[in-house]
C-alpha cells in the first residue's frame, strides 16, 4: 500500500495501476488460505468472511479497470485520495476487527 501511496504522490498512475494489481492478486491468494483454513476447521462465520473477501477484490478489480481505461474519474479518485482512504479504512477495519474474531476459534480447534 505504501507504494501506491508514493506513486499517487508524484502522479505515476501506471506504477498506481501496477501496484493495484500486484494488491489485488496478493489478496486473492492471501484470501484463499485463509478460507481454506476456514473451511479446513468448519469456521462458523466463514460465509460472512468470504463475502468481505469478495466485496474488497471487487472494488480493487474496479480500481485497476479504471485506470487501465484512463477513465477520468478513477484518476480523480486516486488524486482526492478515495482509492487510499478506501484501502487504509477497509484493511485497518477487516484486520483489526473482523480478522480477530476468527482467532479464538481457530486456536480452539488445533
Known sequence: MEKIIEAAKVG????????????????????????????ATAYPDVEMHKQKHKFF??????FEAGFNSKNLTSVYDLVSGQIVSFLSEWLLQHIGT?????????KNKK
Do not use: N
Not at 18 to 28: A, E, R
Not at 57 to 62: K, P, S
Not at 100 to 106: C, G, Q, R
Open 12 to 39: 505515476d498512475i501506471p506504477a498506481v495501476s501496477k501496484y493495484i494489481g500486484d494488491l489485488k492478486q496478493y489478496t486473492i491468494v492471501h484470501f484463499g488460505e485463509e478460507e481454506a483454513m476456514f473451511s
Open 57 to 62: 477484490v471487487q472494488r480493487i478489480a474496479q
Open 98 to 106: 473482523i480478522d480477530p474474531t476468527y482467532v479464538p476459534y481457530l
